[in-house]
């Protein structure tokens, strides 16, 4: 498949999944790609009370936009989960603020009809194309690599970008999923259910464009997904030793 090629085949099974908190810059040109690029899916912004234009723009553009119940990313992402119909095929989750290209979706969905033991694709922005003109990105990329280390030693998987904002996983995997996570360690949960799933996760490179609107996702942020990743090692183990 050539970059840049437009979905033509199983898009209208697919839900897409936008959480967002003012992200009124970067709502739009989303969904305008999503909907260049997969003509047919079911576009759902869960929305965290925005007090900008986010929602209105979501529903002129032909979103579904619904309100969290709580606070978070990974609340957005349990409430937008059990709003989701359940027979849709895939459930691809994607940032709000047009970091993350949607040409490179039609090409993970590919990845999964092409081999049933994948069971989710993520983006992988640290590639030879990853700029580090900036001391930000330089600093963003360290303690990404840092986490993703932790999730290697701690459970064992590999992964170069492990809390990448674009993924495209099975919708049988994910469909009765009940996310613990109420923050941005929610990525990091939803690698260990797919891992739980006996399933295998890929990377593919993918362009990382500079975000439109204020960056939410702070230093702090790091430890939350460190201990949330203790945490699920944990509850690994624990099963592990049930079962032995």
């Known amino acids: 498949m050539k970059k840049g090629e437009v979905l033509q085949i199983s898009s209208s099974r697919t839900a897409v999944l936008i959480a967002t908190l003012n992200e009124e810059e970067g709502i739009g040109p989303t969904i305008k790609e999503i909907k260049r690029f997969l003509k047919d899916a079911y576009i759902l912004v869960v929305d965290g009370r925005s007090t900008d234009k986010t929602v209105e723009i979501a529903k002129d553009l032909g979103a579904d936009v619904i309100f969290q119940d709580g606070k978070g990313k990974g609340d957005a992402i349990r409430k937008g989960i059990k709003h989701l119909a359940p027979d849709f095929r895939y459930f691809v989750l994607i940032d709000a ?32 194309e990853f700029s580090f003109r900036d001391s930000s990105n330089s600093a963003f990329y360290t303690g990404n690599r840092l986490l993703a280390f932790a999730q290697h030693l701690v459970n064992g998987i590999r992964l170069a970008d492990p809390l990448s904002g674009l993924r495209v996983a099975r919708w049988d995997i994910m ?7 109420d923050g941005f360690d929610i990525e990091a949960e939803m690698n260990y259910l797919v ?11 993918i362009e990382y464009r500079p975000r439109l609107g204020e960056k939410k ?9 460190l201990k949330r990743m203790l945490s699920e090692s ?7 030793a049930f079962y032995s």
């Open 97 to 128: 603020d047009f970091t993350y290209p949607a040409e490179y979706i039609p090409k993970m969905i590919r990845a999964l009809e092409n081999d049933s033991s994948i069971g989710m694709v993520l983006g992988n922005r640290f590639n030879e």
């Open 195 to 205: 891992e739980r799933s006996k399933c295998r996760m890929i990377e593919i490179p």
């Open 234 to 240: 944990l509850v690994e183990h624990a099963h592990s």
């Open 217 to 225: 996702l702070k230093f702090k942020h790091g430890f939350s997904i």
């Open 175 to 181: 469909k009765c999923w009940n996310p613990k996570s």
